[in-house]
């Protein structure tokens, strides 16, 4: 039972309801065993046995049904109207635990639109009955000291129980709830960084990147990357084709950087990798994405697809906009020297 007053799979609700029925049925039990022992079968005695009978009905309904709504408003508007106010009659101030638990109860199942004013109006109560008793003191009878003890003893353990399993619910509740949030928020800063066409990093995240790689003085290289005559593989083969290229191509050359840099989608058709080491190392990355993507348009439409690029190596103390102003000057020297080739000094 205990586990699953914890377990996060079980709606909330219902996992509070758990304490709610089971601190009823309890308390009532020790009212009815209680007050039955020493007194026999009182007036009391038997309105602990009734509220036994209610409460476990209604419980009992709630577990085995999922249906909770109506058998919270049941326990509660029997143990705020009825129950309490009655015992604390019979006892007096040792019981005093039963109506903060009773208010306590308005405030956790209560519905939300109506929770102020029902606590607002348990509170005039209680205050009303708790006036009255001291106004008519002297014409309610008066128990013995066990029984004042015992009644005082047991409202107070099953008050603590009960607000202890249902602030640790609302705690555990909250961590979840907030480790829920944490974990979409990591997503969608994640996502801010992705291109949605293809997956890969955009250039927004690229800035952010670059800088880590300066600010950790990493040796790096930018390769600029133009898909060549894009838009004649758009007219010749559609555009549902073209998006199929671009996705192609990502994977290509994100698979190409082997967890040693990005992939960036630097705007339609141009990407960019940022790979760790130097020149020679980012041109054979180059020339065996430059296979892949042959490969892949020889199967597709039995010619070979091309690609230019530019590759600029950071030296120290180069801004940003300088790495990517040259790597883009070199991109276009190789456009106009023929396409289909990589330039990189």
Partial sequence: ???????????????????????????????????????????????????????????YFGIRSDKVTLPIRIIIGLIVIFEFPMVYIAYGSSTFPYMILGLFSILVFGDEKHRGVLFLAAMIYDGIIIAGRFALGDR?????????????FSSFLITAAAMYFCLSILIRQYELQNRELERLADNLREANKLDPQTGIYNRSYLTEYLNRLIRGEKKFCV?????????????RFGLPFGDMVIAEFAGIINNATGGTGIAVR???????IVSLGEVLKAEDMLENVSKEYAAFSMN???????FSGGIEEYSHGMEISRI???AEEKLARAKVKGKN???SK
Avoid: H, W
């Avoid at 049925?25 to 005695?45: H, K, R």
């Avoid at 597709?300 to 091309?306: G, H, L, N, P």
């Fill in 1 to 59: 039972m205990f586990k699953k007053l914890f377990d996060l799979s079980i709606d909330f609700k219902k996992r509070m309801f758990f304490v709610l029925a089971a601190a009823g049925v309890v308390s009532n039990f020790l009212g009815f065993a209680v007050n039955f022992a020493v007194y026999g079968m009182n007036a009391v005695t038997a309105a602990c046995g009734l509220c036994v009978l209610i409460i476990g009905a209604a419980g």
């Fill in 140 to 152: 309610i009878p008066v128990f013995d000291e066990s029984a004042y003890f015992g009644s005082g």
């Fill in 223 to 235: 390769s600029l990357i133009d898909l060549d005559d894009f838009k004649s593989i758009n007219e």
């Fill in 266 to 272: 630097y705007g339609g058709q141009k990407f960019m």
């Fill in 300 to 306: 597709e439409k039995q010619e070979e697809f091309t």
């Fill in 324 to 326: 990517l102003r040259n």
């Fill in 341 to 343: 080739r990589v330039v």
